[in-house]
């Protein structure tokens, strides 16, 4: 079964700061999702990573894909509170069948 | 924007009740997907259906668990004899080929 892990679980992080989430999974995928989900809320997908070497930016967020390394990023570019939110990264098998990491809650404090 | 549409939002029920969850996925897809996430814990794969069978389930969907698409719109999930443990939220998702999904907004069910 593939496995995706993701770190770290909980992130505090202040206002203006930099950070980067990590997603790491276990066999050969040339694909990989990134979501955001607010509590109680659904899934809104933030990134599409279709190949090797893919990096995509959304604001203060840019998430990037190595598919040799089995490693996902999103980095974090001056956080603002807006930003708190729980991001999962997941990861397709041959079938379409998405595997989820654990996700990262992730708070910024003023 | 198309949306993946749930109802209800939520739903209580007692153990050992039938509940059926409905979805409306967006109209020119053809693959649809339920997931479930227990509260406070990652996203899970429970099936996947195309042209009108069930391509992949997981060892989450077991008997007790079932998939129709009655009317051509609709996508349902039943779930036969709840228990305690199936209290979670359920997502529907559909996409038009083999990429990435739209999600509906979720039916909490609450099993008590």
């Known amino acids: 079964e593939l496995k995706v892990e993701q770190n770290p679980l909980f992130l505090s992080m202040q206002e203006g700061k930099n950070y980067t989430i990590y997603c790491n999974y276990s066999?050969?995928?040339?694909?990989l999702y990134w979501y955001r989900q607010d509590p109680g809320k659904s899934l809104e997908s933030l990134f599409v990573?279709?190949?090797?070497?893919a990096v995509k930016q959304e604001g203060r967020l840019m998430a990037s894909l190595d598919t040799k390394a089995r490693l996902s990023t999103l980095h974090i570019t001056a956080a603002v509170h807006d930003l708190s939110a729980t991001y999962f990264c997941?990861?397709?098998?041959?079938?379409?069948?998405?595997?989820f990491g654990t996700g990262t809650s992730l708070t910024v404090i003023p | 924007e198309p949306e993946v549409t749930q109802t209800p939002s939520h739903q209580v029920t007692q153990m050992g009740q039938e509940v059926i969850l409905r979805c409306v996925p967006i109209?020119?897809?053809?693959?649809f997907y339920w997931y479930r996430q227990i509260l406070g814990q990652k996203v899970e794969f429970l099936v996947s259906?195309?042209?009108?069978?069930?391509?992949?389930k997981s060892e989450i969907f077991d008997d007790q668990f079932s998939v129709e698409r009655p009317d051509g719109s609709n996508f349902t999930l039943k779930i036969r004899s709840t228990k305690l443990e199936d209290s979670a939220m359920y997502f529907c998702?559909?996409?038009?080929?083999?990429?990435?999904?739209?999600f509906g907004s979720g039916t909490r069910l609450t099993v008590v």
């Open positions: 109209s020119n897809h053809l693959y």
């Open positions: 990573l279709l190949s090797n070497g």
């Open positions: 997941a990861v397709p098998n041959t079938g379409n069948q998405f595997y």
């Open positions: 998702a559909s996409s038009a080929q083999t990429l990435g999904y739209t």
């Open positions: 259906f195309y042209n009108n069978e069930i391509s992949e």
């Open positions: 066999t050969t995928s040339d694909r």
